[in-house]
């Protein structure tokens, strides 16, 4: 069974540019969420969608934006890049909401220069 | 506001000596904790999910334990492959997402 994909694998953006980042999660899976992931800060929550639905969102400024589609697959969008912005983006599906954990994908590392 | 600590920060063992990992949290309400691994590079990998104070899993060499407060990793005659950030997180009855803790890099030398 193929687990989640996400793409690009690595992305380099100049500041001030824009980047939107993709997501497939695992078949039947409704539940994506992604998260930032930095050596500092570790893993940060950024959102989380249920049936096309953005169920909760984390405490990021509103350049971070993400949408689901009707196949649950997910794009997550980041406007106006700063270096700060420059981390391990990692998608999650899960079959819902509540006690299930989650499947990570390998994630798509963005360098902002 | 859910919180989760993690220690040590960081662990060497040498392969076949027995270690634990702890996850401290607070959290208003324990719908689950999850215990993910983590290798350079690439996202989490679930390992366990515990639900309330007393329960235990295992798999391989790895056993995880939950109290009120805290949950610890077990780890038992660990071998090199076992190198790897674990990572601890909470969801709460509340809220809809996990928070998680910094980890704890465990290196494992032969």
């Known amino acids: 069974k193929a687990g989640v994909t996400q793409t690009p694998r690595y992305l380099i953006k100049t500041r001030g540019q824009q980047v939107t980042l993709s997501c497939s999660p695992i078949?039947?899976?409704?539940?994506v969420s992604w998260y930032q992931q930095t050596p500092g800060q570790g893993l940060q929550f950024l959102f989380e969608?249920?049936?096309?639905?953005?169920?909760n969102k984390g405490n990021f400024p509103g350049r971070f934006s993400g949408r689901q589609f009707s196949n649950s697959r997910s794009e997550m969008n980041v406007s106006t890049l700063e270096l700060g912005d420059s981390a391990l983006y990692l998608c999650a599906s899960s079959m819902g909401q509540g006690h299930y954990g989650y499947t990570f994908g390998s994630g798509t590392r963005l360098t902002v220069v | 506001e859910d919180q989760v600590t993690q220690s040590p920060e960081a662990l060497r063992l040498q392969e076949g000596e027995s270690s634990s990992l702890n996850c401290s949290y607070t959290v208003s309400g324990l719908r689950g904790l999850f215990w993910y691994r983590q290798d350079p590079g690439k996202g989490p990998e679930f390992l366990f999910t515990?639900?309330?104070a007393g329960e235990e899993k295992e798999k391989e060499r790895l056993k995880a334990t939950l109290t009120k407060k805290e949950s610890f990793l077990h780890i038992t005659a660990p071998k090199p492959e076992d190198s790897a950030t674990y990572l601890c997180a909470v969801r709460d009855l509340y809220g809809q997402n996990f928070v998680f803790g910094p980890g704890t890099r465990l290196s494992v030398l032969p």
């Open positions: 515990l639900y309330s």
């Open positions: 969608y249920f049936s096309e639905t953005q169920r």
């Open positions: 078949s039947g899976h409704r539940s």
